[in-house]
């Protein structure tokens, strides 16, 4: 489960990736360390263009999650995330350059588990398969998980975060549930790459 990745895009790079949207700012500050709880840049659209916000990563969780945030959507036949997905307007694309998965077993020097970063060559922006909710104080997002690739299973073979290409990005977020979720697939091996170790 992925539960920490970075934004430090620029405006100018994410306009190249999204086209224009509103809400663009040329002081948008670079996020190096998103982890579950904290606020982290989405886009959705609003009428025929995109929209930035903030948004906070986790949905609320349910009683069974001991009310701690679901920030990974993994079963998308659950009624938890099903109204989401289905309405086309509560799709969002989640800005990253990177994402961590933690090894599975501890660096026997230092007793930790290691970072393993993954993303595209020469940290180029890609996003994440989003969705959102409203809330009283805030509005939330969580993004979409698949079976892994072999680059990010060697790691995490359980799963990985759902990126797009930038050719999907209307698909995801126009397209019907069952077209929509048909891109919940593990990204290309040779189109990413794992960066050397912190």
Same mark, same amino acid.
């Given at each position: 489960?992925?539960?920490?990745?970075?934004?430090?895009?620029?405006?100018?790079?994410?306009?190249?990736?999204?086209?224009?949207?509103?809400?663009?700012?040329?002081?948008?500050?670079?996020?190096?360390?998103?982890?579950?709880?904290?606020?982290?840049?989405?886009?959705?659209?609003?009428?025929?263009?995109?929209?930035?916000?903030?948004?906070?990563?986790?949905?609320?969780?349910?009683?069974? =999650?001991?009310?701690?945030? #679901?920030?990974? &959507?993994?079963?998308? @036949?659950? *009624?938890?995330?099903?109204? %989401?997905?289905?309405?086309?307007?509560?799709?969002?694309?989640?800005?990253?350059?990177?994402?961590?998965?933690?090894?599975?077993?501890?660096?026997?020097?230092?007793?930790?588990?290691?970072?393993?970063?993954?993303?595209?060559?020469?940290?180029?922006?890609?996003?994440?398969?989003?969705?959102?909710?409203?809330?009283?104080?805030?509005?939330?997002?969580?993004?979409?998980?698949? =079976?892994?690739?072999?680059? #990010?299973?060697? &790691?995490?073979?359980? @799963?990985? *975060?759902?990126?797009?290409? %930038?050719?999907?990005?209307?698909?995801?977020?126009?397209?019907?549930?069952?077209?929509?979720?048909?891109?919940?697939?593990?990204?290309?091996?040779?189109?990413?790459?794992?960066?050397?170790?912190?």
């Amino acid at each position: 489960m992925c539960n920490l990745y970075t934004m430090a895009a620029s405006v100018d790079a994410m306009k190249k990736l999204f086209g224009g949207f509103a809400g663009d700012r040329s002081n948008l500050p670079s996020y190096d360390a998103i982890y579950p709880n904290r606020a982290a840049p989405i886009l959705r659209r609003e009428g025929e263009g995109l929209h930035l916000e903030e948004m906070i990563w986790g949905f609320p969780g349910p009683q069974a =999650a001991k009310g701690r945030p #679901v920030t990974n &959507v993994r079963n998308l @036949a659950s *009624p938890f995330w099903r109204s %989401a997905l289905a309405n086309p307007a509560r799709r969002c694309l989640v800005p990253v350059t990177r994402f961590c998965e933690w090894s599975a077993e501890a660096d026997p020097d230092t007793g930790r588990k290691v970072k393993h970063w993954f993303g595209l060559e020469g940290e180029q922006p890609f996003a994440f398969a989003g969705i959102w909710r409203p809330g009283e104080e805030a509005n939330y997002m969580a993004f979409l998980t698949c =079976a892994p690739n072999e680059t #990010v299973g060697r &790691v995490h073979p359980k @799963a990985m *975060p759902v990126m797009l290409k %930038a050719s999907d990005h209307d698909r995801w977020l126009g397209a019907d549930l069952e077209e929509a979720t048909q891109l919940a697939r593990p990204f290309p091996d040779d189109d990413m790459i794992e960066f050397e170790k912190e």
